[in-house]
């Protein structure tokens, strides 16, 4: 069986589009920013287990509160048209903290600012305090 320089370099540039699309997956997934773009989205879709997922088991709440707080964030967001978008304005990471600055965009053209701060808890980005109105 022959081996021809084309067979060669398809196989390099396949592995290289493999790498990039497991770094993005793997790097990017796990970023602040997408752990406050998962959380609002999750709260705007009512998914409030799965937005309680993402929150820093450092808090001091209990799982009462916890539903609570959530539950007012899925009726506010659903009073202003539901969700359309997260824009992320600013990242930073200090050591095993994360600041967050975005912007939440409702389907009824409201938008509304956020700073979130986030620990790092076992390789996942937790949210720690979020303020909504800067």
């Not at 920013?33 to 993402?54: P, Y």
């Not at 824009?87 to 600055?101: D, F, L, P, Q």
Request: hydrophobic share 40%; glycine share 8%.
């Amino acid at each position: 069986m022959k081996i021809n320089l084309w067979q060669i370099v398809s196989v390099i540039v396949l592995i290289g589009i493999i790498s990039l699309f497991a770094y993005y997956f793997y790097f990017q997934q796990s970023a602040p920013s997408m752990t406050a773009k998962r959380f609002h989205e999750k709260i705007c879709n009512g998914e409030t287990d799965e937005a309680a997922k993402l929150i820093s088991s450092s808090l001091p709440y209990t799982p009462e509160m916890l539903r609570l707080g959530l539950g007012s964030l899925v009726k506010d967001c659903k009073e202003n048209g539901g969700f359309e978008s997260v824009v992320i304005e600013s990242e930073r990471i200090v050591g095993e903290t994360a600041y967050v600055r975005g912007t939440l965009k409702h389907k009824g053209s409201i938008i509304k600012p956020f700073d979130m701060k986030m620990f790092n808890e076992n390789g996942a980005w937790k949210i720690a305090l979020q303020d909504k109105g800067r």
